[in-house]
């Protein structure tokens, strides 16, 4: 017991003993990974065989979401055709954007933290592959989290749905409905848009990204701009909260995570 | 001793690898019932250590604070130990009951502890939502995982009785 509270103070306290733990952790990774690989197949299964229960209405609906997003897409290059040309005349002066302005390094998931006061996982890349803490962390799906503690070849990240993960949103439709992305209540997967003015309109089906650092204040968030995040699966107000009331299912699925992207800033490569 | 120690070392090793690449989920705690059929069997002192040790494997494997989940589960090893060898000595429930009370142990000791560390600790959640499922789910994996542990810990009269037989002729 002593020797365990002795642990605990030297961990909590200081970083003397992170190279041990990182020696150790390295030296765990090879089981981790076979596991993990002799695993997957009946993950895999599991996750396969659920999907296909819904696999028949959700078919559907992609269908028609695809004849609309076509539609869409013709619009939306025109305008970005539009606001391409506006920028060079203006000259305009941005904050770095997604993802051109990132570097994108690619990295398994080696465990995940079994406890249910923190949702949080380990990949397999760290400090000596270019990573620091507070990279932001994704998929192709969309925002993952950060990272909350780099090794020199492990680094522990926090998910969208850990309790200390805040993330600056904003509604892709509406660029007024800035808020604050935070885990939702009851354990579940499911994320909640808060701090969003009750004057700004968000409807059911909208998506969110990262809103990166609107304001350019003295504490920029740690999300570059325009990252999904997910889309708003209910809205609600009353007259006792000052915000709206809006939960949004996020893009990843967070318990069946393989591998992800950790973004570098490229300037910080330079 | 000895070769219980490394046995209880290696099965540990074993359900913490499993525990964090393999099953991904939170309700179930394989290392903890697997320690607590270890200390059932062959007392607190095994117990103990074993409970540290997997704790240290657990810190290590998932970068957490070093010493959180060893501290925990030393006292949880400890106790499952001295359960099997007062009280809970040859009574059919005894696995069973020592895993749901050491869930429900270590769950409000690792909630305290997050506290005491200023870290996040959302009591309804933890202890309302998901406990219940936890201990329900740990419970149901006791009769494989203990079943396992007998296997490799034979209890020492058997092995005392086996050694008895001698061969005439």
Same mark, same amino acid.
């Given at each position: 017991?002593?020797?365990?509270?002795?642990?605990?103070?030297?961990?909590?306290?200081?970083?003397?003993?992170?190279?041990?733990?990182?020696?150790?952790?390295?030296?765990? &990774?090879?089981?981790?990974?076979?596991?993990?690989?002799?695993?997957?197949?009946?993950?895999?299964?599991?996750?396969?065989?659920?999907?296909?229960?819904?696999?028949?209405?959700?078919?559907?609906?992609? &269908?028609?979401?695809?004849?609309?997003?076509?539609?869409?897409?013709?619009?939306?290059?025109?305008?970005?055709?539009?606001?391409?040309?506006?920028?060079?005349?203006?000259?305009?002066?941005?904050?770095?954007?997604?993802?051109?302005?990132?570097?994108?390094?690619?990295?398994?998931?080696?465990?995940?933290?079994?406890?249910?006061?923190?949702?949080?996982?380990?990949?397999?890349?760290?400090?000596?592959?270019?990573?620091?803490?507070?990279?932001?962390?994704?998929?192709?799906?969309?925002? *993952?989290?950060?990272?909350?503690?780099?090794?020199?070849?492990?680094?522990?990240?926090?998910?969208?749905?850990?309790?200390?993960?805040?993330?600056?949103?904003?509604?892709?439709?509406?660029?007024?409905?800035?808020?604050?992305?935070?885990?939702? +209540?009851?354990?579940?997967?499911?994320?909640?848009?808060?701090? *969003?003015?009750?004057?700004? +309109?968000?409807?059911?089906?909208?998506?969110?990204?990262?809103?990166?650092?609107?304001?350019?204040?003295?504490?920029?968030?740690?999300?570059?701009?325009?990252?999904?995040?997910?889309?708003?699966?209910?809205?609600?107000?009353?007259?006792?909260?000052?915000?709206?009331?809006?939960?949004?299912?996020?893009?990843?699925?967070?318990?069946?995570?393989?591998?992800?992207?950790?973004?570098?800033?490229?300037?910080?490569?330079? | 001793?000895?070769?219980?120690?490394?046995?209880?070392?290696?099965?540990?090793?074993?359900?913490?690898?499993?525990?964090?690449?393999?099953?991904?989920?939170?309700?179930?705690?394989?290392?903890?019932?697997?320690?607590?059929?270890?200390?059932?069997?062959?007392?607190?002192?095994?117990?103990?250590?074993?409970?540290?040790?997997?704790?240290?494997?657990?810190?290590?494997?998932?970068?957490?604070?070093?010493?959180?989940?060893?501290?925990?589960?030393?006292?949880?090893?400890?106790?499952?130990?001295?359960?099997?060898?007062?009280?809970? &000595?040859?009574?059919?429930?005894?696995?069973?009951?020592?895993?749901?009370?050491?869930?429900?142990?270590?769950?409000?000791?690792?909630?305290?502890?997050?506290?005491?560390?200023?870290?996040?600790?959302?009591?309804?959640?933890?202890?309302?939502?998901?406990?219940?499922?936890?201990?329900?789910?740990?419970?149901?994996?006791?009769?494989?995982?203990?079943?396992?542990?007998? &296997?490799?810990?034979?209890?020492?009269?058997?092995?005392?009785?086996?050694?008895?037989?001698?061969?005439?002729?």
């Amino acid at each position: 017991m002593l020797v365990s509270l002795a642990l605990i103070t030297a961990s909590f306290r200081s970083d003397a003993l992170d190279p041990a733990q990182s020696a150790a952790a390295s030296a765990l &990774r090879p089981f981790e990974i076979a596991a993990e690989r002799v695993s997957r197949p009946f993950r895999d299964a599991w996750g396969w065989s659920s999907d296909l229960v819904h696999a028949r209405s959700e078919n559907e609906r992609l &269908r028609k979401q695809i004849d609309q997003l076509q539609s869409q897409a013709v619009t939306d290059q025109t305008s970005i055709q539009d606001l391409e040309r506006l920028k060079r005349l203006l000259a305009y002066r941005d904050s770095p954007r997604f993802p051109q302005d990132f570097d994108a390094i690619a990295t398994r998931v080696i465990a995940q933290a079994p406890s249910r006061f923190e949702q949080q996982i380990v990949v397999a890349a760290g400090t000596a592959d270019g990573l620091h803490e507070d990279d932001p962390v994704v998929t192709q799906a969309g925002l *993952v989290g950060q990272v909350t503690r780099a090794f020199a070849h492990e680094s522990r990240v926090a998910l969208l749905t850990d309790d200390q993960t805040n993330v600056a949103a904003v509604d892709l439709k509406d660029a007024s409905a800035i808020g604050i992305v935070r885990h939702g +209540e009851g354990g579940s997967e499911a994320l909640v848009f808060d701090r *969003v003015a009750k004057t700004v +309109e968000v409807l059911k089906g909208e998506v969110v990204v990262t809103a990166g650092s609107p304001g350019n204040g003295r504490l920029p968030s740690l999300y570059p701009r325009g990252i999904k995040i997910g889309v708003v699966t209910s809205v609600g107000q009353n007259d006792l909260d000052i915000f709206k009331q809006i939960q949004v299912q996020p893009f990843v699925s967070f318990s069946s995570l393989h591998s992800v992207l950790v973004l570098v800033p490229k300037s910080r490569v330079r | 001793m000895t070769a219980d120690a490394a046995k209880a070392a290696g099965l540990l090793f074993v359900a913490v690898v499993l525990q964090v690449s393999a099953l991904w989920t939170s309700l179930v705690d394989l290392p903890l019932v697997t320690l607590a059929s270890i200390a059932l069997l062959r007392g607190s002192m095994l117990g103990a250590f074993a409970g540290f040790w997997a704790g240290l494997l657990l810190d290590t494997a998932t970068l957490g604070t070093l010493g959180f989940s060893s501290l925990l589960l030393t006292l949880a090893g400890f106790w499952t130990g001295r359960y099997g060898e007062t009280t809970g &000595r040859d009574r059919g429930h005894a696995p069973f009951t020592s895993v749901a009370v050491i869930t429900a142990l270590t769950t409000v000791g690792a909630l305290v502890l997050h506290y005491l560390l200023g870290e996040a600790a959302p009591a309804r959640l933890v202890l309302v939502d998901t406990l219940p499922k936890e201990v329900v789910l740990n419970v149901a994996l006791t009769l494989p995982v203990y079943g396992l542990c007998r &296997r490799l810990f034979p209890s020492r009269e058997a092995a005392g009785r086996i050694g008895e037989v001698r061969l005439l002729g």
